[in-house]
């Protein structure tokens, strides 16, 4: 045994640990398991020299490649939207970047931005209003925004509560805020597959961690039973303590991006 030889099992155990962490405690485990299974089954039959039963598995299995790409698509999907925001490079060096910046960034929001929609927070968290902000950074949101009602209007703390107000045909879904506009309203976001989340969070706390893992956008969330705000980037949620804390919150996201 050579040491490429030795390199080469090390790989795939990693690449089959890996897997395995990936899929862990989500719905496609049960699957994988089945698919693995048939796996053996195969092995077992070839060895023993049944040969219709090992044609008839090979079809399966053939067949199957197709099929693990179908049933597995949301968390292949997920897997390299992951990857992509991990190891991205920086849009302001890269000759991609500048020539879709344009396109893809979302830019900063003003200090006036900023002081609307942390005071509109405020006043919501006082009635208790629920309320789900998304503000993109680098990663475009357009399939998200596809979902929802196009607003394009500038920030403002009145439109912020009256769209998030529950009798209002708009207020089911989340608020998308790019640069200094409002964008879209009653979008919808991914669901986390997370199982570990406290009780205390409810469905918006559970959108805002799925959107925040599958890409770089920021969410705050009001929640509509205690009145909280909560900050949420990469499927962590922070508790916020004031009103001044969320605005140095964001202020340190768009000076960081």
Known sequence: MSLVDILDILLVALIIFLLFRWIRGSSAWNIFVAIISLYFIRLIVSVLGMRLTSTIMDMVLNVGVLAIIVIFQPEIRRFLTRLGNRYRVNAHNDLIGRIFRGVNGSGAMSNDAVNEV???????????????????????????????????????????????????????????????????????????????IPPQYGMRHKAAIGISEETDAEVIVVSEETGGISFVKGGTVTPIGNINELKLMLSNSFSQQ
């Open 118 to 196: 942390t005071e509109a927070c405020r006043r919501m968290s006082e009635s208790k209003t629920g309320a789900l902000i998304v503000i993109p950074h680098s990663t475009p949101l357009d399939d998200i925004i596809e979902t929802g009602d196009r607003i394009d209007a500038a920030i403002h703390r009145r439109l912020i509560m009256n769209l998030f107000f529950k009798n209002s045909p708009l207020h089911d879904g989340a608020v998308i805020i790019s640069s200094n506009h409002i964008v879209a309203a009653r979008c919808t976001l991914p669901i986390t597959e997370k199982t570990n």
